[in-house]
């Protein structure tokens, strides 16, 4: 997954969030393009209840600041190395887990090289029906010196064999497998990251 997402859900994927999640959503503006550091809208479990926060694309550890991480890109978490890597083994076993909705996500076109000065060609990734995408997150809270800041990353994963523009894709979860990533024991949460989604559910267009 390249960093580049899309949160313009239609009617139908709206009603599809509230199904699932209850109607916890202040629906922002719709977005075409949402880049790093860019609002994010997530969804959490907390107190049994589903509540729904938009925080910082780019996870920051505690103890970090936005200017610590200039130089380090903490917008996506390879499922692999989630109780590895001191960034996001805290959130990960600490179970700070949540769900980030997306109407889609966005990968270069591998075979198009731009010459100077044009733009790279991008591939809208989304389901054919326009229903919500539900991506694997992990959010985290730190101190600043402007206040508390909470900020989330996208897990990814290897991609399915039918979307094969890039090595990484977003982990995401099909509705049967939302309790395993959010409350399940670390096993069983690394398990739906990397096996939920199946081929077959997401087509591309030139974007």
């Not at 064999?161 to 409350?183: E, N």
């Amino acid at each position: 997954m390249c960093n580049r997402a899309e949160d313009q859900f239609t009617p139908r994927a709206r009603q599809d969030l509230e199904h699932l999640f209850g109607n916890i959503f202040t629906w922002p503006a719709p977005r075409e393009r949402i880049n790093p550091t860019d609002p994010l809208l997530t969804v959490r479990l907390q107190d049994g209840s589903y509540t729904a926060a938009t925080l910082r694309w780019g996870l920051i550890p505690p103890g970090r600041t936005p200017q610590d991480l200039k130089r380090v890109t903490t917008t996506n978490a390879r499922v692999e190395t989630l109780t590895e890597k001191p960034t996001y083994r805290g959130a990960f076993l600490g179970g700070r887990r949540c769900v980030v909705p997306l109407s889609a996500f966005y990968e270069p076109d591998a075979s198009h090289s731009p010459n100077k000065g044009e733009r790279k060609r991008w591939h809208r990734v989304h389901r054919p029906d326009d229903r919500p995408l539900l991506a694997a997150g992990l959010w985290e809270v730190t101190v600043t010196p402007q206040g508390s800041l909470e900020s989330v990353t996208v897990v990814t994963r290897e991609p399915v064999p039918d979307l094969d523009m890039h090595d990484r894709m977003p982990a995401l979860l099909l509705t049967k497998d939302l309790d395993a990533w959010l409350t399940g024991a670390p096993d069983q949460a690394l398990d739906a990251a990397r096996t939920s989604w199946t081929p077959g559910l997401l087509v591309h267009t030139a974007g």
